[in-house]
């Protein structure tokens, strides 16, 4: 699933903010969208983090 730091004022339909943010590794507030996507393993540059179960 697609996560953004464009977060607006009330979270969009289907959208969730990351509540514990800073421990996922991620460097903003965040939410994830409800966005599905399929890349290459190759395209991917590096892992920020992980979701916590919380989040999940």
């Known amino acids: 699933m697609a996560i953004t ?30 966005v599905f996507a399929t890349i290459e393993e190759a395209l991917i540059i590096r892992k920020l983090g992980a979701l916590l179960d919380a989040d999940k």
């Open 5 to 34: 730091s464009q977060l607006r004022a009330s979270a969009a339909l289907g959208e969730v903010w990351v509540k514990d943010w800073t421990a996922t590794g991620l460097i903003k507030p965040s939410a994830i969208k409800p």
